[in-house]
């Protein structure tokens, strides 16, 4: 079946702009997560999501990154006002269960570079 | 807070060569462990787990052991293939957040025919 998708896979921001990065998860999946990933590094947590409900947002670096998934389904998240730290792959990762440790399925990821 | 350190990168192997990559953790009660593969220009992909302390995690040729005494969950294979060349990087869940994982900075591998 198809896996978890991200679009776009490339993005070029002019600092100041606000961008919107899309994830679907695999269907039928109640917990999707989100993975910022700085060049050279390991993936780092920004948030989660069981069905529609945000219950974890302590990763998000700021206020200015906002993310939601109003139905239960796709997810969006959301920079305001870009700037050149926030370049970085955003990874997007589902899974089947809402409890204890769970296998995440991970999509390719978008990357962003703000100039 | 809990933390995951691997062993520094690159590593260059021939082709049928004997692979570790070391991971070390830490963290407080009884973590998850995983290993995740990255091949070039793919998503994140589960290789392998260990929920508890002894278990060892097995697959496509590669394992690992959670040993609690020493913090570790080291990645062995007895035979790499140049298909394994890959960014591998270990990984743990924990407690109440048992859902986030805490990722390793990850080490590259480079398998020579």
């Known amino acids: 079946g198809a896996g978890v998708s991200q679009s776009p896979r490339y993005k070029v921001a002019k600092r100041g702009q606000d961008v919107a990065l899309r994830c679907d998860p695999i269907s039928g999946h109640v917990s999707l997560f989100w993975y910022q990933q700085a060049l050279g590094q390991g993936p780092e947590f920004l948030t989660y999501?069981?069905?529609?409900?945000?219950?974890?947002k302590s990763g998000l670096p700021s206020d200015r990154f906002f993310a939601e998934r109003p139905e239960g389904s796709v997810s969006t998240l959301k920079i305001q006002r870009t700037q050149q730290e926030d370049s970085a792959v955003y990874l997007c990762?589902?899974?089947?269960?809402?409890?204890?440790?769970?296998?995440?399925?991970f999509g390719p990821g978008t990357r962003l570079l703000v100039l | 807070g809990n933390s995951v350190t691997q062993m520094e990168g690159p590593v260059t192997l021939s082709e049928e060569a004997f692979l570790t990559i070391n991971c070390t953790y830490t963290a407080t009660g009884y973590p998850s462990l995983f290993w995740y593969v990255q091949y070039p220009g793919e998503g994140l992909q589960l290789l392998l787990k260990?929920?508890?302390?002894?278990d060892k995690g097995s697959n496509k040729g590669f394992e690992a052991t959670y040993r609690k005494e020493t913090t570790s969950f080291h990645l062995e294979k007895g035979s790499v293939q140049v298909s394994d060349s890959a960014v591998y990087f270990c990984a743990l869940t924990n407690g109440g957040s048992n859902y986030k994982l805490t990722f390793g900075k990850g080490t590259l591998l480079t398998v020579n025919p």
């Open positions: 999501f069981q069905n529609e409900a945000q219950l974890d």
């Open positions: 260990a929920t508890k302390a002894d």
């Open positions: 990762a589902s899974s089947l269960s809402s409890g204890g440790p769970r296998d995440q399925y």
